[in-house]
């Protein structure tokens, strides 16, 4: 009788880690958390929409936004002009589309630029401290006295003209303090961490430290502030553009558009005039801050 063979468990024959075994990186695991999020990713689809139609006005647009023919001032809605005419008879549809190109240029450039003031500041606060802390936080503190409004207001009383590069870097010198103080808390809450500490004892640059160790940890919470400060910037334009102080006329923003409601008439008999961009401002900011929590809670360590 043949002895009886003992049974061998199942044993892989290759040395390669199962699929579900693997190790994903921080930035795949942000992914993943981000891709969950249903909000998240409608706002990432409501503002491909967006750039798409910003990126090809040029094909969109039926007409010249800024060419105005006063002989049909304040048009309905027709078959030459979808959304009817402004008060210079201009087309609003066209308009519309040349409008979301340079509010979100606006507003990208002016969060670029604030965080590069502010992150950089802030940078150089939360990593030599001391003196050098003490300095930017008082010029820090010095700024948010002031009203915002008060300050863009002496700016073009200063400047006496706007237009988008003034507008930007006006944003850029009366915004940072924000973002400053977000980057300079990360920086301070990193600085006293044991790899942070290993690499200045073996006599680590400071720039190496800032470039290896602090931005790579500081990108999540740069991300987030970045996102929700695009947003801000583009609510911003919009309300100094509809009293006056932002963007000058003909250029076509969705501030500028909405001004023409200043107008008892225009607000009760033309609403294509100014609803369209009050509703493509909100579907922006929307879809922004859906992106900026979904970013939030994708780099956050501890969901």
């Not at 969950?36 to 689809?45: C, D, E, M, Q, R």
């Not at 936004?65 to 001032?73: G, S």
């Not at 590069?165 to 009366?174: D, G, K, Q, R």
């Not at 695009?230 to 509809?242: D, R, W």
Request: a positive charge; proline letters at 5%.
């Amino acid at each position: 009788m043949e002895p009886e063979l003992s049974r061998q468990p199942n044993v892989i024959v290759d040395n390669k880690v199962p699929e579900e075994g693997k190790s994903l990186s921080p930035f795949q695991l942000a992914l993943r958390r981000f891709l969950k999020n249903k909000l998240a990713v409608s706002g990432v689809i409501i503002m491909a929409l967006i750039v798409f139609v910003a990126v090809f006005a040029d094909v969109i647009a039926t007409h010249d936004p800024t060419r105005a023919d006063l002989l049909n001032v304040e048009q309905r809605a027709s078959a030459e002009h979808i959304l009817g005419t402004d008060g210079s008879g201009r087309d609003n549809f066209s308009r519309l589309v040349y409008g979301a190109r340079i509010s979100l240029l606006i507003g990208f450039f002016s969060m670029l630029s604030t965080v590069i003031v502010g992150g950089t500041l802030g940078a150089l606060a939360g990593y030599y401290g001391k003196w050098v802390d003490s300095l930017i936080m008082r010029l820090t503190d010095l700024i948010l006295i002031f009203p915002f409004l008060l300050m863009v207001l002496t700016f073009v009383a200063i400047l006496q003209r706007m237009n988008i590069t003034i507008f930007i870097v006006v944003m850029a010198l009366t915004n940072w303090p924000n973002i400053a103080r977000v980057l300079r808390g990360t920086f301070l809450s990193i600085r006293e961490k044991d790899f942070i500490m290993s690499a200045r004892s073996i006599g680590c640059s400071d720039f190496r430290i800032i470039r290896k160790h602090f931005i790579p940890n500081a990108v999540g919470p740069i991300i987030v502030n970045a996102t929700i400060m695009m947003a801000l910037m583009i609510i911003i334009e919009s309300g100094l553009s509809f009293i006056g102080a932002g963007i000058p006329q003909p250029t076509p923003t969705w501030g500028n558009m909405l001004s023409e409601a200043q107008s008892i008439r225009v607000l009760r008999n033309n609403p294509e005039t100014w609803l369209p961009p009050g509703l493509g401002i909100l579907f922006v900011v929307l879809a922004i801050n859906f992106i900026g929590d979904g970013l939030r809670d994708a780099f956050d360590s501890k969901s």
